[in-house]
Structure formats: C-alpha cells, structure tokens
C-alpha cells in the first residue's frame, strides 16, 4: 500500500514539475523588480524595515474562490502571483549567524496534490530561480525565523487585509504582529480617509470630501470609524482652517501605512518604459475593443452581449482579464456611475455609456465612450456630448508637466456649469454638482485607481480625464434632457510640455463617434442557435 501511495504522489510531482507550454514572452523581468526593491529601498528611512503581505483569496461559491489577483504592490516589488506570501525589504545588510541579506521572501510551499487540483505553484526555489530572490523560504517558515524587528527605528507596512480569513496569510500577520509587538491593527476606512484628506483634498473640493466620508460612515458597522475625532471634527467645521489643522494632526500622529505608501506612491506614480509598454498595449486593445462594440452595437442587443464583445476582444489579444468590472449602461443606467449589473436585455434607442478597459499582464487601461445604439444622437443628446466632449479638450490644454492636479478639476467644472447653465439646466453654475459628481482625473496603472503623492502632474505620470455629465429621471430640468448619461474617458500620458492620448484609437468625436456606428462588424453575422 505504501509503494502505491509513493507511486501515486510521484506522479503527480512528476506533472506538476512540467512547465508549462506557450506562456507569453513579455512578462515583467525579474530585473525590471529587483530595480523597484532596490528603488524602494532608498527611500526608505534609516535603520528601517518593510513588509508587505500578498493578498487574501476571496470566496466565489461555496469551496470556490475567484480567479486571484495579486497584491500590485506585491507583483510590483517582485513579480509573484501567488497568495499566502510575504516580502520583508531591509534598509540595511543584516547579519544572521552565516546569513547575509537585505530582503527575504516567504512563498507559498509547493502541494502536490493540490496542484493537480488548483495549478502549479513557484514554492521556494522557483521564486529562487524564476524571480531571483537569493534568500526564499515557506510561509510557514516565518514563525521560526529569528528576526528583531524591534531593534528597527521604523516598521513600514500597509493596513492588514481584513479578509484574510484564517490560514496561511492571517498566520503570517499573526506571527508578525507578534515578532513587531504590534498591539493595534490599523483600520482601513481611517487610513484610507487620512490618506485622501492628506495627498488630494484642498478647498474646492472639500464639501464633497466630507459628504463621502459622512456616507461612508453611515452605510458601515465599523464604529471605530464611526467615531473617529478628526474626521468627526472636519464634519463638524467643514473649512479650509479645519482642514488645514487636521491634515497636521494626521501628520503628527503618523502611521507606518503613511511611511508605506508615500514611497510606494511615489515609485508607481512615475511609469517606466517597461512599464508603458505594457500599458500601451493594455490601452491600444481596449481603444480596439471599443470601436469593434460601436461597429457591432444595434438597439436589440443586451447589455451583457455588448460586454462580452469587449470581453472576448480583450482576450483575443492576451489580456487576462479586464482591469474593473466592466459598465455597460443604456439610458438611466448610465446614470449609475459604476452600474455593473449589465443586464438589460436590450439598450433600445438609448445612449450606451461603456466604461471598459482591458488588464494585460497587471497593467489596466481605462476608456469610457458614449454612443446612441441606434447610430444618431437626437439634438438633447447631441448638445450634452458636445459640452462633455468640449469640457475634456479644454483639460487637454493644461495637461502637462507641473500642473497641479486640482486645476483639472476646476478647469472641468467651469466649463461643464457655463454649458448646463446656458442649455437651461441649471439657473446657477453652483448647481453643476447635481449632474456633475465625480473629479475629472485620476492616476492608472497596476490599479484602474493607482497610487501617487504628488498633486503636479510629472513626466511619465499616466493619469485619466473623463467629463461626465449625469441627467436621471426626475431632476428640476426639462423632461426632454432625462436619462442621458454623457461620459468621455481617455488615458493620456504626461509629457513636459504636454500630452499623448494613449487611447485615440477609440473614437472620440461625434462624427468620428457616428460614421463607425454605420459601419459593419463581422459579429452582426454570428447566428448561434436559439434556446428552447
């Protein structure tokens, strides 16, 4: 019995250990990783240490988890795709007894059996070999391991995942919190609050800053955010002199998720060449991925069917997957900023506003056009696409290197309340906040929302600008402007004296938008059997 058994768990090491066929060839190198360690690393504070955990696995159905995705900071410092790991970078060389080093990784360990089952895994020595760490260990390794991390002036880590369920990943906090005598776990909705009051929050737009921490607060049992003294104290005095207070009582009181994701936003604010190529790849299938919908879309079509056109398009050209659930809205859907039901089973005479972009290789694009199903804008739908569309080409003017970033947002909203305003619908330009309600920009990457510091734009930031105009059923306007949805995205590249659309390819102006509606796609063709 014990030679079957021997037999049996030998083959499946002997499957598993065969690699697999046909893979891409333009992954990320384990150079192009080693540089961000070595980048993070010299930012990092004197006699410092940094840890950072992979993401949990999420539950799907039952004993079924969804298709995972790593933590971007995780891939970014390395290049693993795996869950239940941990990267600790070290500011200086440490000695251990023979051991010297100034990074180590703990990896997920190989499974036979569970690979059969689930895929293979790196283990320890294929993070050794495959992304060129020289000191690799086992998860459960960790516990074990002999390491002070009180003798460091800092400890810089991100907020604890708060679904890391109870295995390997909620062991490896465990161990560490103990190894680090952290008492208290930081919590996420206050960190993530701060870090927006602290990096992107000023006057202007500071009303709707607290209005989403006010709802925030009231759809959460957290209590601990709930009641939270400064953010409380910004609700209570919503000023610029409150806010200014707070922003150095949140920089007094610090945290080591503060000191994490300055370095870690500023490298990944900042795109390099290897980078862009796969962004540009990202973004150039996704324009495709649109204009093959805008030829393929009639008003019989469903929402989903238009969703899996991207979907399969993006596919088509490798992507893995798409960068955001994807928003497929026809009509007052569109009014939903982030509607991802995409299941009405048809979109009629509306306008469809299609906000999808495409994940290749981690990198995500971001594109949104808006177009009549029926192959014309009616004159209402015309007049809100063409101050949508002139509201971004005035943006495009100022976009460049030094910039500030809150400039995007005034340039937007001056434009968008002197066009409602003179349309008739509004009567004063403060009102553009009913149909206007969300920031014009924001920075793209490895996240659809990426990481950055900086409030001026830089060189090779890669940032989105996306107008929108939003008219659902029953505001105080004309019946004849309801249920129109106007949103146009494009993912532009910041160069020192300007810009380059990464994403023109997609079209964008309303006769361009209008004269490939009429054209014909191959997909109006497919006839697939009908159900019973």
């Given at each position: 019995?014990?030679?079957?058994?021997?037999?049996?768990?030998?083959?499946?090491?002997?499957?598993?250990?065969?690699?697999?066929?046909?893979?891409?060839?333009?992954?990320?190198?384990?150079?192009?990783?080693?540089?961000?360690?070595?980048?993070?690393?010299?930012?990092?504070?004197?006699?410092?240490?940094?840890?950072?955990?992979?993401?949990?696995?999420?539950?799907?159905?039952?004993?079924?988890?969804?298709?995972?995705?790593?933590?971007?900071?995780?891939?970014?410092?390395?290049?693993?795709?795996?869950?239940?790991?941990?990267?600790?970078?070290?500011?200086?060389?440490?000695?251990?007894?023979?051991?010297?080093?100034?990074?180590?990784?703990?990896?997920?360990?190989?499974?036979?059996?569970?690979?059969?089952?689930?895929?293979?895994?790196?283990?320890?020595?294929?993070?050794?070999?495959?992304?060129?760490?020289?000191?690799?260990?086992?998860?459960?390794?960790?516990?074990?391991?002999?390491?002070?991390?009180?003798?460091?002036?800092?400890?810089?880590?991100?907020?604890?995942?708060?679904?890391?369920?109870?295995?390997?990943?909620?062991?490896?906090?465990?161990?560490?919190?103990?190894?680090?005598?952290?008492?208290?776990?930081?919590?996420?909705?206050?960190?993530?609050?701060?870090?927006?009051?602290?990096?992107?929050?000023?006057?202007?737009?500071?009303?709707?800053?607290?209005?989403?921490?006010?709802?925030?607060?009231?759809?959460?049992?957290?209590?601990?955010?709930?009641?939270?003294?400064?953010?409380?104290?910004?609700?209570?005095?919503?000023?610029?002199?409150?806010?200014?207070?707070?922003?150095e009582k949140i920089r007094k009181n610090g945290s080591p998720a503060f000191d994490y994701n300055n370095i870690m936003g500023a490298l990944r604010e900042i795109k390099t060449p290897e980078e862009l190529v796969l962004l540009r790849k990202s973004i150039e299938l996704s324009s495709i991925a649109h204009k093959e919908?805008?030829?393929?879309?009639?008003?019989?079509?469903?929402?989903?069917?238009?969703?899996?056109?991207?979907?399969?398009?993006?596919?088509?050209?490798?992507?893995?997957?798409?960068?955001?659930?994807?928003?497929?809205?026809?009509?007052?859907?569109?009014?939903?900023?982030?509607?991802?039901?995409?299941?009405?089973?048809?979109?009629?005479?509306?306008?469809?506003?299609?906000?999808?972009?495409?994940?290749?290789?981690?990198?995500?694009?971001?594109?949104?056009?808006?177009?009549?199903?029926?192959?014309?804008?009616?004159?209402?739908?015309?007049?809100?696409?063409?101050?949508?569309?002139?509201?971004?080409?005035?943006?495009?003017?100022?976009?460049?290197?030094?910039?500030?970033?809150?400039?995007?947002?005034?340039?937007?909203?001056?434009?968008?309340?002197?066009?409602?305003?003179?349309?008739?619908?509004?009567?004063?330009?403060?009102?553009?906040?009913?149909?206007?309600?969300?920031?014009?920009?924001?920075?793209?990457?490895?996240?659809?929302?990426?990481?950055?510091?900086?409030?001026?734009?830089?060189?090779?930031?890669?940032?989105?600008?996306?107008?929108?105009?939003?008219?659902?059923?029953?505001?105080?306007?004309?019946?004849?402007?309801?249920?129109?949805?106007?949103?146009?995205?494009?993912?532009?590249?910041?160069?020192?004296?300007?810009?380059?659309?990464?994403?023109?390819?997609?079209?964008?102006?309303?006769?361009?938008?209008?004269?490939?509606?009429?054209?014909?796609?191959?997909?109006?063709?497919?006839?697939?059997?009908?159900?019973?």
């Open positions: 019995m014990y030679k079957i058994l021997l037999s049996y768990c030998l083959s499946i090491i002997s499957i598993c250990a065969i690699a697999q066929d046909n893979l891409p060839t333009d992954f990320l190198t384990k150079e192009f990783h080693a540089g961000r360690r070595e980048a993070f690393r010299q930012k990092m504070p004197e006699n410092s240490v940094a840890v950072i955990f992979s993401f949990p696995e999420r539950v799907f159905s039952n004993d079924v988890t969804y298709s995972y995705h790593p933590n971007p900071d995780l891939y970014y410092l390395s290049g693993y795709k795996e869950p239940d790991a941990l990267l600790i970078i070290f500011k200086n060389k440490q000695q251990n007894g023979d051991l010297s080093y100034n990074e180590l990784f703990f990896a997920r360990k190989r499974d036979a059996l569970m690979e059969q089952w689930t895929g293979r895994r790196l283990g320890a020595e294929g993070v050794r070999k495959e992304l060129g760490f020289e000191q690799v260990y086992t998860s459960d390794q960790f516990r074990s391991f002999d390491i002070d991390f009180t003798k460091f002036s800092k400890i810089i880590y991100d907020y604890f995942p708060d679904d890391a369920g109870k295995g390997t990943l909620q062991t490896l906090i465990n161990s560490f919190s103990e190894k680090a005598k952290i008492s208290r776990q930081e919590n996420k909705n206050i960190i993530q609050n701060y870090s927006i009051l602290l990096n992107s929050t000023s006057a202007s737009n500071l009303q709707g800053r607290v209005n989403r921490i006010k709802s925030g607060m009231a759809n959460t049992g957290d209590a601990e955010f709930k009641n939270d003294p400064i953010l409380n104290e910004l609700i209570s005095n919503p000023n610029s002199e409150t806010l200014s207070l707070i922003q919908v805008m030829k393929a879309v009639t008003p019989a079509m469903s929402e989903s069917e238009l969703t899996g056109i991207f979907h399969y398009v993006h596919k088509r050209y490798g992507a893995m997957d798409e960068g955001y659930p994807p928003i497929v809205g026809a009509g007052s859907n569109g009014c939903i900023l982030h509607y991802i039901e995409n299941n009405a089973t048809k979109v009629d005479n509306k306008l469809v506003l299609m906000d999808v972009g495409s994940e290749y290789h981690g990198y995500s694009a971001d594109i949104t056009r808006t177009v009549p199903a029926n192959g014309k804008f009616t004159a209402e739908q015309k007049a809100i696409y063409q101050l949508v569309y002139k509201a971004q080409e005035e943006v495009f003017k100022i976009v460049k290197e030094g910039t500030a970033f809150r400039d995007l947002n005034v340039k937007t909203t001056d434009v968008l309340a002197q066009g409602l305003l003179e349309l008739g619908i509004i009567k004063d330009k403060k009102d553009v906040s009913r149909y206007y309600i969300h920031g014009v920009s924001h920075h793209l990457g490895l996240d659809v929302h990426d990481k950055f510091v900086d409030p001026i734009l830089k060189e090779n930031m890669l940032i989105t600008v996306e107008p929108g105009i939003y008219i659902p059923k029953g505001s105080p306007c004309d019946p004849k402007w309801w249920d129109i949805a106007v949103r146009i995205e494009d993912d532009l590249l910041i160069r020192k004296n300007g810009y380059e659309n990464l994403s023109i390819a997609a079209p964008r102006k309303l006769e361009e938008v209008e004269a490939t509606l009429a054209q014909k796609s191959v997909l109006n063709n497919l006839a697939l059997p009908k159900l019973k």
